[in-house]
């Protein structure tokens, strides 16, 4: 018998029919609505393969149902969403896709940066309704972007990626990170600082560290206590790195200016969330690598470990 293959989304034809023709596969057939619970846990009883998206939550309960399971390929950077302990326990391997999306998402984080200084959604709705009625001095008026200082909470692949695109705006660029990136100092004059003093200092903070047990609540009220009240925070890496509710706080009592925002705690958002009714906040539905050629390499990278497993080769990107 052919090893079985689920599939918690709708992939592109383009990947999933090289898979069909060496594979059992089933897939859920929707881009949009997640795999319910009870149809997950039936299916992944029966395979040897579980391609997963990072709103799938792959706990204990699921990696123990699955008797056969061999490797939960993820299709993202990121891996909160899958109980680590339990797969190595299990001897299931867990694969994401690093390394493709750098670019992709970098370019996301630095137009939602752009549309958050420039309250550009907000100006465009406004159009559309009808609202603007004559060109005003202060109407829609935004931060300036170039000469600014950008901040940087986490100063990986993406995080260099979007320093990179500030320099082309002349910004200064401060971060913080685990640990120094001396060769990207010396090359691009970015300039380490204590995560309490880069609050302070910058302009823009893009927060783009790892979801681990330390980073939750990582921004919390003391910390956009000490940024600037005219300060803009983006956050394009997990939701509960910044804590929402004193988020809110903060936007409400001005304790800075406004906030870009791609990933929430609870997603899909709840429509009545009270981030999404303050005018001063730009959201996004977590699209930091939605490009069509960035997608289809993340769908590419995953065949390609389940394909590797499922025919005796160790892959690559075990997490």
């Known amino acids: 018998m052919k090893p079985k293959i689920f599939v918690t989304r709708k992939m592109d034809d383009r990947v999933v029919v090289p898979l069909q023709d060496k594979f059992d596969v089933r897939m859920w057939e929707s881009e949009s609505e997640p795999v319910p619970r009870a149809v997950l846990l039936r299916e992944v009883s029966e395979v040897d393969a579980l391609w997963t998206v990072v709103s799938d939550r792959v706990d204990r309960e699921l990696i123990e149902t699955g008797k056969k399971l061999r490797i939960v390929a993820n299709m993202a950077v990121g891996y909160n969403n899958i109980d680590l302990e339990a797969a190595k326990e299990h001897g299931v391997l867990v694969t994401n896709t690093p390394n493709v999306l750098t670019e992709t998402t970098a370019d996301l984080t630095f137009a939602l940066l752009l549309a958050t200084a420039r309250k550009l959604i907000l100006a465009e709705s406004e159009l559309r309704k009808g609202s603007w009625k004559s060109w005003s001095p202060m109407q829609f008026t935004g931060m300036d972007v170039g000469g600014a200082t950008l901040g940087i909470v986490g100063m990986g692949r993406i995080g260099e990626a979007v320093a990179r695109r500030a320099k082309g705006f002349n910004m200064h660029v401060l971060y913080h990170n685990r640990n120094r990136k001396h060769d990207a100092e010396a090359e691009h004059g970015f300039e380490y600082r204590e995560l309490d003093r880069l609050l302070g200092e910058a302009d823009f903070v893009v927060v783009l560290t790892p979801y681990t047990p330390e980073t939750v609540r990582l921004?919390?009220?003391?910390?956009?206590?000490?940024?600037?009240?005219?300060?803009?925070?983006?956050?394009?890496?997990?939701?509960?790195?910044?804590?929402?509710?004193?988020?809110?706080?903060?936007?409400?009592?001005?304790?800075?200016?406004?906030?870009?925002?791609?990933?929430?705690?609870?997603?899909?958002?709840?429509?009545?969330?009270?981030?999404?009714?303050?005018?001063?906040?730009t959201v996004?539905?977590?699209?930091?690598?939605?490009?069509?050629?960035?997608?289809?390499?993340?769908?590419?990278?995953?065949s390609q470990a389940i394909t590797d497993v499922l025919e005796g080769r160790e892959p690559e990107n075990i997490v």
């Open 284 to 302: 996004l539905p977590h699209i930091g690598s939605a490009s069509v050629q960035t997608r289809l390499a993340m769908m590419a990278m995953n």
């Open 219 to 281: 921004i919390s009220e003391r910390e956009l206590g000490l940024m600037k009240r005219t300060a803009v925070l983006i956050n394009v890496s997990r939701g509960g790195i910044v804590d929402e509710a004193a988020l809110y706080n903060a936007l409400t009592d001005n304790s800075i200016w406004a906030a870009g925002l791609d990933v929430f705690e609870t997603e899909p958002v709840p429509v009545d969330h009270p981030l999404l009714s303050l005018p001063n906040v």
